[in-house]
Each structure stands twice: as C-alpha cells, then as structure tokens.
T-cell receptor
Framework: NAGVTQTPKFQVLKTGQSMTLQCAQD?????MSWYRQDPGMGLRLIHY???????DQGEVPNGYNVSRSTTEDFPLRLLSAAPSQTSVYFC?????????????FGEGSWLTVV | AQTVTQSQPEMSVQEAETVTLSCTYD???????LFWYKQPPSRQMILVIR??????QNATENRFSVNFQKAAKSFSLKISDSQLGDAAMYFC??????????FGTGTRLTIIP
C-alpha cells in the first residue's frame, strides 16, 4: 500500500542550491500535482500534470520546474533555492475523472532554505 | 477565479461536545465539489468528507456532517461527539471541471479533555 511516496521528507538547502523533490505513485493515476503549504495560507498549487509528457503551471509556479516522463513519477525541481521557498511540499495524484474525484496526498516534504 | 475563506483560524471544543467549522467560497461555476480535509500534526492530508454542489442533501460520514447552503455559498463542517483524535488543522477546499483544488487557510481545532 505505497500510495504516493515523497522523498526526501526533510531537507535543508543553502540559498542558490538546486535540488529535486521526488514523487512517485503506484496507483496508475493520470493526474499528479505539487502543492506548497505556508503558514496561514493553506495549500497552493505549483504545477500539475494530466499524463506523461504533459505539464502545466498552477498558482505559484515561479522558481520551480517539473517534468513527467512516466506515469508513476513527477519530480519537482528547485533551480536556485531562495528563502521564500522554505515550505512544506505535497505531491498529490488521482485518476482523471473530473471534479470530486478522490485525490491522494503524499506525506509531505519539509524544505528549509537558509 | 475561485476563492475559499475560512474565517476561524482557531476553534476549541470540549471532548464529547459538538463543534462547527465555517467555510465560505466563491465560484462562478454551477457544477463543483467541496471538501473538508483534516491535517493532524503528522501533516498527512486526510479527506474527511465531500459534497457535490448539485446534490441538495448534505453529506455525512459517521460523526462528520456538512451544512451546505449553495445560495449562500457556505459549507460548514459539524463534528459531533468530539474526540481527542479530532484535534488537527481542517481545510475546506473547492474544485470544478478538473482535479485542481483551491484551499482555504485552515482552522486549527483543539479538543479540551
């Protein structure tokens, strides 16, 4: 029962460093997405994908890149980390069945940029 | 653009009592879904309940129920017989036409033994 798996769970970066947050799901979901959670702001959508080879921007995409080469994986890349990117990041996935579909979340990745 | 507003940053309730968390939203869509998610200290996002906008009947899941007022764009969550394990952040969320969720800012619920 792996579901949505995120790695790493915790990471400290220095300003200007790059890194990749990994996300994998084993439910054959077409839809995958990344959210960030900041204090007092709820979760905000960064990028999403409706299938392999297809990605699009969400509400807060600046400073992040994504790719979707397989159905299972949807990595999030921070190109040049900034303190404003200190946050908790959630990967989510679901079948593409329209609104109301159950969306499964990973356990989150805590990122601190110093 | 759609927005979700949770005006209660924090709430508390005595164990075994009932508490209601408020949520209002704004969307121009006629067909959409509303959700309540629970986030315990572990940070895991757990779906509590969902409501289809076209259904007039309020959704219920065991001790959790909603009061959905479509005309008022209100979607409150009632937790009956509150238990210590209910302590968490609760997020209201909205989506329409696709899988993208718009979240409110959350309400932190404390259960008083």
């Amino acid at each position: 029962n792996a579901g949505v798996t995120q790695t790493p769970k915790f990471q400290v970066l220095k300003t200007g460093q790059s890194m990749t947050l990994q996300c994998a799901q084993d439910m054959n979901h077409e839809y995958m997405s990344w959210y960030r959670q900041d204090p007092g702001m709820g979760l905000r959508l960064i990028h999403y994908s409706v299938g392999a080879g297809i990605t699009d921007q969400g509400e807060v995409p600046n400073g992040y890149n994504v790719s979707r080469s397989t159905t299972e994986d949807f990595p999030l890349r921070l190109l040049s980390a900034a303190p404003s990117q200190t946050s908790v990041y959630f990967c989510a996935s679901s079948h593409l069945q329209g609104p109301g579909n159950t969306i499964y979340f990973g356990e989150g990745s805590w990122l601190t940029v110093v | 653009a759609q927005t979700v507003t949770q005006s209660q940053p924090e709430m508390s309730v005595q164990e075994a009592e009932t508490v209601t968390l408020s949520c209002t939203y704004d969307t121009s869509e006629s067909d959409y879904y509303l959700f309540w998610y629970k986030q315990p200290p572990s940070r895991q996002m757990i779906l509590v309940i969902r409501q289809e906008a076209y259904k007039q009947q309020n959704a219920t899941e065991n001790r959790f129920s909603v009061n959905f007022q479509k005309a008022a764009k209100s979607f409150s969550l009632k937790i009956s017989d509150s238990q210590l394990g209910d302590a968490a952040m609760y997020f209201c969320a909205l989506n329409f036409g696709n899988e993208k969720l718009t979240f409110g800012t959350g309400t932190r619920l404390t259960i008083i033994p």
